[in-house]
């Protein structure tokens, strides 16, 4: 009997291989972003290759095609978007080079280096800052007055990111025993403590919640017309930020602050990891990294070796 083969007539080209290549992140429980981030790459790949009249069957592509396009992301893009451009079409490449795959031989980007991201530390807010952008909202007795506050408390005492205080529901509350359900990347939970006066206000806005024509809602955090998104709680704390004299402010410098005083606070590396929800130790570094210095004198502080001679 003569052997069966399989053979392809044609090459795949990059776009062929998009479906597969989302059903292996999907079964990879891979946040519907993270899928999109790293689709979006492929795509960008192949337009850029289109409308340059280089190849566009995955197997022709070669480290110099990818260099001459992250050329160009890095004339469009800002560096930090670019690198993240370089790793998602890593992962394409990986996969469609891995042993059960084997759509192409070799990974063009074998060899390459990403794009050098200057460090530009997130400042942290000042203690002063943070007491006078809660003093804006305590004085707004409010409905929108307690929302925010809770909110701003939540960001501030667990470090939080914005898509995890964004999807919170009201059933992921347990004041009883002052703790915050949290979902983070890639779906994994995690159970953060908060203090008494995040509680206090959290209880407060659930009172007041209460009178809302959509309390009735699985979402905690509700506006004018309904459940909140990420942009509306992001332009809710910018707003009060203006309110407080802070001026501009980006939500995240909230987490960048609440690793700061963690540690500054004394709390060991494996607490922050654990209560900020990361898995890369490198974030340790990254996280208030523009305070790193006032951390060392406090330390010099608590153990001056000159002091204890």
Known sequence: MASVTRARITAPKLLDLVPSFQ??????????KTIESYTEAVRRLHDYLAANGMPLEAASITGEHIESFMADQLARLRPASARARFASLRQFFTWATSRDEREIDRSPMEGLKPPKVPEHPVPVISI????????VVDHDSGFYGRRDASIIRLFVDTGARLSEIANLRVADLDLGAATVSFIG???????????????KA????????AGHRDEAREALWLGRSGPMSSFGIAEAVKRRAIEAGIGEMHVHQLRHSAAH?????????????RLMGWRDRSMLHRYGASAADERAREVHKRLSPGDRL
């Open 128 to 135: 002063e800052g943070l007491r006078a952008l809660l003093r």
């Open 261 to 273: 005083y963690l540690r500054l606070a004394g709390a060991d590396d494996d607490a922050v990891l």
């Open 23 to 32: 059903l292996h992140l999907r079964a990879e429980n891979k946040s519907p």
């Open 185 to 199: 990347k890639g779906g994994g939970q995690r159970i953060n403590p908060i203090g008494n006066k995040t509680t």
């Open 202 to 209: 959290l209880d407060r806005y659930l009172r007041t919640r």
